[in-house]
């Protein structure tokens, strides 16, 4: 978790990538 804070521009795309996973794998799960 410390690598998030040293890091911003990563942060920034594994939010990214969890908003992508998040709208992949909703609908999986909820149909």
Same mark, same amino acid.
Request: no cysteine.
């Given at each position: 978790? @410390?690598? $998030? !804070?040293?890091? #911003?521009? $990563?942060?920034? @795309?594994?939010? !990214? &990538? @969890?908003? &992508?996973?998040? &709208?992949?794998?909703? #609908?999986?799960? &909820? $149909?």
């Amino acid at each position: 978790m @410390e690598s $998030f !804070k040293i890091n #911003p521009h $990563f942060n920034g @795309e594994t939010r !990214k &990538l @969890e908003r &992508l996973v998040k &709208l992949i794998f909703l #609908p999986i799960i &909820l $149909f």
